[in-house]
């Protein structure tokens, strides 16, 4: 046998090898998953009042893992993490609101570490605040302060956009602001999959600027992108028709869950901001979700 005999079919093997090891890779590409699906518990705050604790277990019997606080509706931090365990469940985040960040901020974090939260995450600045002179640098400045004191806790700040935040202001968005004058370190991104595309943005832009900076979603779908403007406060999201359960909509979620990597995406919470029947609607977006392949 010669050598080039000898060379020809160790490069036809090592050929081979490496063409079964690049399908075997591509087919694993297509194949990720949501391990853990999480609720952001807001969705059912019209049901949460009667029985908290009866609705966290249907949360988890339909198969969440992971839900999201907004509040703990009057029960102490104490009984919250005692039903998570009676349920299987984990609260790696909550959302808390702007005025806490001063003042009440080492109770919040006493109480964090009681839940068992992970991340402590603001839906929302206050109109005044943000509304005001500087606004938006004001508010970094609060969330700097407020990660910096998290990140000493052993807890991650992080703050949740709206659609707003991608109307200019002099010239400028304001989720641009927040991204460059917030410490990346102190302060991630909760990024709402749903609200960046309102505010006619699009998520990968993101992901490919500032790569590992979000590492909690929300996820909800549209029927359509809706006619919005810079106006319009929390609740607008109450009466937007073309909000739907995840999957049943127009955004292509393999799409953005194959850059999960990229965005650092570690938690994926379903939200609907008013449902017409809460637990169908969990229900349709957990299924979607807990098959969806990407």
């Not at 990968?204 to 809706?226: M, S």
Request: with cysteine; glycine share 10%.
């Amino acid at each position: 046998m010669d050598r080039r005999g000898m060379d020809r079919r160790t490069f036809l093997g090592t050929m081979t090898a490496a063409t079964v090891l690049s399908s075997k890779f591509a087919w694993a590409a297509g194949e990720h998953k949501i391990d853990k699906v999480g609720l952001q518990l807001y969705t059912l705050r019209s049901v949460m009042k009667d029985d908290f604790e009866g609705k966290l277990a249907k949360v988890s019997a339909i198969g969440y893992r992971e839900v999201e606080f907004a509040g703990y509706d009057g029960h102490t931090p104490q009984e919250i993490r005692a039903m998570l365990d009676r349920h299987g469940l984990t609260g790696p985040s909550a959302h808390v609101e702007y005025k806490s960040l001063g003042e009440k901020w080492p109770g919040v974090l006493d109480a964090a570490h009681v839940v068992g939260h992970q991340y402590l995450v603001n839906p929302y600045i206050d109109d005044e605040i943000r509304n005001g002179p500087d606004g938006w640098k004001r508010a970094a400045e609060a969330f700097n302060r407020a990660g910096d004191a998290s990140q000493k806790a052993g807890i991650q700040f992080a703050y949740h956009n709206h659609w707003f935040e991608f109307w200019p202001v002099n010239g400028k968005l304001p989720y641009d602001i927040l991204l460059e004058e917030c410490d990346p370190k102190l302060v991630k991104m909760e990024m709402d999959l749903c609200w960046i595309m309102v505010g006619g943005q699009d998520p990968f832009k993101y992901f490919n600027r500032y790569p590992g900076r979000f590492p909690l979603v929300h996820v909800k779908d549209l029927t359509k992108i809706p006619k919005v403007d810079a106006t319009g406060g929390q609740k607008f999201g109450d009466t937007l028709e073309e909000m739907t359960e995840v999957g049943s909509g127009t955004i292509e979620w393999k799409k953005i869950f194959a850059q999960s990597d990229k965005a650092g995406i570690k938690h994926y919470f379903v939200e609907h901001d008013h449902p017409k029947d809460p637990f169908a609607s969990v229900t349709a977006s957990y299924q979607y979700l807990a098959n969806v392949r990407f």
